[in-house]
């Protein structure tokens, strides 16, 4: 059974960092392509970064790039976002998720409980 | 970017109702739309895939077409199980993206 518990979130001022881990379980991760999403009080969810199966690609949507950093450790089963200069609207629950598909291309699937990050002064 | 718009954002149906839930995408995205179920206090999980392949373990009473743009998720036969939050996603181009999602009730 696939398990994804994800760790790391609280209360963080504007402008501050975080590291959201996420620990994977009942599956071989390392052949699955793995993604962040959130969502924000009262809105649908958002897809945020992809990262390849060996590290060696990563995707973000363009509100968090350069901001936020996707990353793996396959020997720990586990999965990473580095979030800085954090900002109001970052305030959500992040969910970490398997994608579908061997080319990374079908979407998320299999995803965790999430974990809450709140940006507030 | 593919915007998804989801309705209704809620709906309240009686047990043995035949429920639906729309999604109209800004434009077209073949049938990469994959559907998802979400009870309170679990883990979303998939139900339908490509638009209308259901997810093996999930009841056939969930139904998934639609290509192009406008995609629907049917529920035959409401059991009280199915109250949960349901929202649809698009892979078809990055970012993907998702609907608002449609919180259903069971009377």
């Known amino acids: 059974e696939v398990q994804l518990v994800e760790s790391g979130g609280g209360v963080v001022q504007p402008g501050g960092s975080l590291r959201l881990s996420c620990a994977a379980s009942g599956f071989t991760f390392r052949t699955y392509w793995m993604s962040w999403v959130r969502q924000a009080p009262g809105k649908g969810p958002e897809w945020l970064a992809n990262i390849k199966r060996d590290g060696s690609k990563t995707s973000y949507v363009d509100s968090v790039k350069g901001r936020f950093t996707i990353s793996r450790d396959n020997a720990k089963n586990s999965l990473f976002l580095q979030m800085y200069d954090l900002r109001s609207e970052d305030t959500a629950v992040y969910y970490c998720?398997?994608?579908?598909?061997?080319?990374?291309?079908?979407?998320?699937?299999?995803w965790g409980l999430g974990t809450l990050v709140t940006v507030s002064s | 970017e593919t915007t998804l718009t989801q309705s209704p954002a809620f709906m309240s149906a009686t047990p043995g109702d035949k429920v639906t839930i729309s999604c109209k995408a800004s434009?077209?995205?073949?049938?990469?739309v994959n559907w998802y179920q979400q009870q309170p206090g679990e883990a979303a999980i998939p139900i339908i895939q490509d638009a209308s392949t259901l997810v093996p373990g999930v009841s056939p009473r969930f139904s998934g077409t639609g290509f192009g743009t406008d995609f629907t998720l049917t529920i035959y036969d409401l059991e009280s199980e199915d109250a949960a939050y349901y929202f649809c996603l698009q892979h078809d181009n990055l970012p993907w993206t998702f609907g608002q999602g449609t919180k259903v009730e069971v009377k």
């Open positions: 998720a398997t994608v579908r598909g061997d080319t990374g291309d079908y979407g998320v699937d299999y």
């Open positions: 434009q077209d995205i073949d049938d990469d």
